[in-house]
């Protein structure tokens, strides 16, 4: 069956008509589970550690099967065979190199969750296999890398979820709806908490490259420029890394609260025109007056600013008020009345499930996920113009419409990077 035959026999598998009477009834579904035409099959692409708590949300869905890993590191990818099979899937396969879970006919959609360096390659090579993916963030290293992946997910009617979550998160869609009610009147401003930015490190000490079976490293750097190896960098300290780790640490929180101020002043498809770092602070405008503001030293001791709701928040003011959401499952809000009405179920912790859910939803019915390419697009996009604004330490004007730095040479050398061979597009 080809891709899109299989993409329309699932959109339409829940019509079953003129069904042979000698198919059993657990082929169909009649003993409670999903029958196989309806599951949708899935790979998984470099999964470690946040990577397993997408996936146990995937695998606790009735309609998926997990039936494929690739990972150049040995020790990972057998520990996926390990949690596959804990939830019954027991046919899944390892593999070192990723384009043989690509190139697999019965895959329909896999999970890239990968290090920043792979996340828009590992993207671009499952789309143009005909798979659906949900990325984990950031999902590109640069904006170069935001179009290139968009351009190629929109070529192919690809079905992409960006793992930005959180507007999936009842209290963050509750805070967005109220100002979309215009229950804190005009929206003025909105601001973003991020991580603390800083140069990146030097590179480790090297050591004994190890056998490619058991850690493959030319494969595990991939498109990034060549390091030496140790291991410290599989173990998480990749991070803060150039080549390895995405702008100077600002889309680690801001793929998130950059996204979720995105979304609360309807800026999806676009991004701010202006960008100023201030000391701790990074400020931008959108073409229609409304500031971003992103807030770089933390959160505690800052007057007004956020305080006390957790990890990664967001605060949307607007002339009659302001309304404040973040990890710990609450809506703070300047007056009581702007609540009035409104209720939401705190959740425990910010739990992918629901936006994996609406990416399975959407690979079924082909419509656009919450996340979707086009959406990331914009939102990295921002996190990228204000870390290169950081980073020159200056004031930047940004065209949204052609993503550059008008008349700014110096800027516009930040834009993107070449890709070390063989890992090209």
Known sequence: MSKSSRRAFLKHSAIVAGAPMIIPGSALGLNGKVAPSNRIVLGGIGIGGRGRKVLNAFLKQPDCQFIATADPQKERR?????????????????????????????????????????????????????????????????????????????????????????????????AKDLVNKGRVGKLTKVHAGILKMREYLEPLPAEPEPDPAVINWDRWVGPAPMIPFNIEY?????????????????????????????????????????????????????ANGVELVMRLAGFKGEGDWIEGIGSCPVRYEGDEGWVEAGDFERVEVSDPKILEGECFEPEAGIDPIHHVRNFLDCVKNREKPVCNSSVARSSHIACFAAAISWKLGRKLKFDPVTETFPDDEEANELLGYKRRKPYVI
Request: proline share 3%.
């Open 78 to 174: 057998e520990r996926l065979v390990r949690l596959a099979r804990h939830y019954d899937n027991m046919e899944c396969e390892p593999y070192d190199n990723m384009h043989d879970v690509l190139n697999r006919k019965d895959i329909d959609a896999v999970i890239i969750a990968t290090g920043d360096r792979w996340h828009t390659t590992a993207s671009i090579y499952a789309a143009r296999a005909g798979k659906d993916i949900y990325c984990e963030k950031p999902c590109s290293m640069n904006m170069q890398e935001c179009r290139e992946l968009d351009e190629e997910v929109l070529k192919n009617k690809t079905v992409f979820q960006a793992g930005t979550q959180r507007r999936s998160v009842s209290n963050f869609k509750l």
């Open 234 to 286: 599989c173990k998480g300290s990749w991070r803060n890394h150039k080549g390895l780790y995405a702008a100077w640490r600002l889309p680690e929180w801001g793929a998130h609260t950059i996204d979720l101020c995105q979304w609360a002043a309807d800026a999806d498809g676009t991004a701010p025109v202006e960008y100023e770092a201030e000391g701790t602070t990074i400020r931008a405008k959108y």
